[in-house]
């Protein structure tokens, strides 16, 4: 069983930066795809940024440019760094490790932007 544990999240201005971890138990993580997703309350759960076990990444239109998904498998850890942060990215933002077609969730970190 994967488990995996989100770190980072919290309240910051407009253009300001945040960076968040999830550390993954278990010794599968090199071979996972790990991706970012957000959700606002009433809204479905969006993917914000991927990268293959091989370290192509891959992001929404929204943060292209503003946000950087990396990932340091000796860790079991994947990053999240969101520069020039806006108040639409307020949103709770859940790990994902997709492995053998099974997806495995954190339980989530809350990312507030003031205006």
């Known amino acids: 069983q994967v488990q995996l544990v989100e770190s980072g999240g919290g309240l910051v201005q407009a253009g300001g930066s945040l960076r968040l971890s999830c550390v993954a138990s278990?010794?599968?993580?090199?071979?996972?795809?790990m991706a970012w997703y957000r959700q606002v309350p009433g809204n479905q759960r969006v993917l914000v940024a991927r990268?293959?076990?091989?370290?192509?990444?891959d992001y929404a239109s929204s943060v292209k440019g503003r946000f950087t998904i990396s990932r340091d498998n000796a860790k079991n850890t994947v990053y999240l760094q969101m520069n020039t942060l806006k108040p639409e990215d307020t949103a709770v933002y859940y790990c994902?490790?997709?492995?053998?077609?099974?997806?495995?969730w954190g339980q989530g970190t809350q990312v507030t932007v003031s205006s």
């Open positions: 278990g010794s599968t993580f090199s071979i996972a795809r």
């Open positions: 990268i293959s076990s091989g370290g192509a990444t």
């Open positions: 994902n490790l997709l492995l053998l077609g099974n997806p495995y």
